[in-house]
């Protein structure tokens, strides 16, 4: 997470973003994730660079709870990681945890292409623009929207929602600590 926040403090190139997609409600951890997400939404200091979402299953205007607990990193579609393990380094290094990582571009952009398809319900072609344009012109509207529209308690017309960035639980501070105190 330092780095994901240096980073995003210090962006690299000005198309540089981050975007995390994680269930609304995780089974444990909720505190520590929510307080690893207010590092990095205060990094970003709302320059529109950091998206945290999630996804809702979706019929008509029915939505409910959908949990993926798959772990897929992709970083500029040249870098591919998918398994079990978490972002943290205890997880990566000390748990019974697998991984298979790829250097291959190819298939580092299709598998990235194939899932912003599916998650932004867009045909490809849609989703296959410059990713810091697809991040801001279709992530971002529709995430913030359908946030907008689930706090009002209107009808879902998306799966996809942004998560606030923050944990509103008085533990809020425990995702920073843990990762200080058990990742180093």
């Known amino acids: 997470m330092d780095i994901l926040a240096e980073k995003l403090g210090n962006p690299p190139t000005p198309e540089f973003r981050v975007v995390m997609l994680l269930p609304?409600?995780?089974?444990?951890?909720?505190?520590?994730?929510?307080?690893?997400?207010?590092?990095?939404?205060?990094?970003?200091?709302?320059?529109?660079?950091?998206?945290?979402?999630?996804?809702?299953?979706?019929?008509?205007?029915?939505?409910?709870?959908?949990?993926?607990?798959?772990?897929?990193?992709?970083?500029?579609?040249?870098?591919?990681?998918?398994?079990?393990?978490?972002?943290?380094?205890?997880?990566l290094f000390n748990d019974t945890e697998m991984n298979v990582v790829s250097c291959d571009p190819r298939l580092a952009r299709d598998t990235r292409l194939a899932l912003w398809s599916e998650h932004l319900e867009r045909p490809l072609a849609d989703v296959s623009g410059e990713p810091h344009r697809v991040v801001d012109e279709l992530w971002w509207p529709i995430a913030a929207e359908q946030r907008e529209r689930r706090e009002r308690d209107d009808p879902a017309t998306h799966r996809l929602q942004e998560l606030r960035g923050v944990s509103r639980r008085s533990m809020a501070l425990l995702g920073p600590l843990q990762g200080l105190l058990v990742d180093g």
């Open 24 to 91: 609304m409600k995780p089974n444990n951890g909720a505190d520590t994730t929510r307080g690893q997400l207010g590092v990095l939404a205060a990094a970003d200091d709302g320059a529109g660079r950091f998206l945290a979402a999630t996804l809702r299953a979706r019929s008509g205007s029915l939505t409910g709870p959908l949990y993926v607990h798959a772990k897929i990193g992709i970083v500029d579609d040249a870098w591919l990681t998918v398994g079990s393990a978490n972002l943290n380094e205890h997880s």
